[in-house]
Nanobody, 128 residues
Framework: QVQLVESGGGLVQPGGSLTLSCTST????????IGWFRQAPGSEREGISC????????YYADSVKGRFTISRGSDKNTVYLRMTDLKPEDSGVYYC?????????????????????RGQGTQVTVSS
């Protein structure tokens, strides 16, 4: 079965760190753009970081630039989102999605894709 599964969410204090994982089954990321999206309560789902499985290019939203790092695992079917210096406004459900290389890191992160491979999300709560 082809799917994406997110993991690694949880409760963390402000200033803390978390690493999220997005793992694929049934395909590898070499031929896809992979993106992390975040949805806070009452807000739209926004693209925060995307990575090209082909050339390794990356995109970060201004709100996370310098604090979050997207990377690929050596297994070719896992993408990580390392989150540091977390703030309460980083709270939300984090989703990953993958679209083919006809997309770019900018175009995938521009909006949550209506089709393609999409995960079910993992909750991140930043609170003291």
């Amino acid at each position: 079965q082809v799917q994406l599964v997110e993991s690694g969410g949880g409760l963390v204090q402000p200033g803390g760190s978390l690493t999220l994982s997005c793992t694929s089954t049934g395909f590898i990321f070499n031929y896809y753009i992979i993106g992390w999206f975040r949805q806070a309560p009452g807000s739209e789902r926004e693209g925060i970081s995307c990575l090209s499985g082909d050339d390794g290019s990356t995109y970060y939203a201004d709100s996370v630039k310098g604090r979050f790092t997207i990377s690929r695992g050596s297994d070719k079917n896992t993408v990580y989102l390392r989150m540091t210096d977390l703030k309460p406004e980083d709270s939300g459900v984090y989703y990953c999605a993958a679209r083919p290389l006809s997309f770019t890191v900018q175009t995938l992160c521009a909006s949550w894709p209506k089709t393609g491979f999409r995960g079910q999300g993992t909750q991140v709560t930043v609170s003291s």
